[in-house]
């Protein structure tokens, strides 16, 4: 009776840290296609050519001696957001899928919609 009563709360004694999933992609572009495309909800293939249409886009450029991050991750961490729903695609879930601040998150977001947005004739319809 009292080991089914007795609530035990435990904390380790070291934090446990959890590598970001997203350094997968390029192994599941390779080998196992459908998990990136369960990650992404598009196929490789797809993702590189909508890569290479938007990576030129004024957005990616700046002037700052703070480099941004590459024009693929940002676009891998916009396609995880857009390709779930509930607490799956919030700032702090996906930084830790891909490593990120979650201020980098919401900015990749941003970018990302604004070059897909500005190229909407070839990546919308309805």
């Not at 196992?32 to 495309?37: A, K, M, Y």
């Amino acid at each position: 009776d009292e080991v089914c009563t007795a609530q035990v709360l435990f904390k380790p004694a070291i934090h446990l840290m959890h590598a970001p999933q997203i350094q997968l992609l390029p192994e599941f572009t390779d080998h196992w296609p459908d998990l990136f495309r369960k990650k992404l909800h598009i196929s490789p293939d797809t993702f590189d050519f909508i890569l290479d249409s938007i990576s030129g886009h004024l957005i990616f450029q700046n002037n700052s001696p703070n480099c941004q991050l590459p024009v693929a991750l940002q676009l891998a961490i916009f396609l995880n957001r857009a390709g779930h729903y509930g607490n799956a695609i919030s700032p702090e879930d996906v930084r830790q899928w891909a490593g990120v601040s979650i201020r980098s998150v919401i900015n990749c977001t941003h970018c990302i919609m604004i070059a897909l947005l500005d190229q909407h004739d070839n990546f919308i319809f309805f």
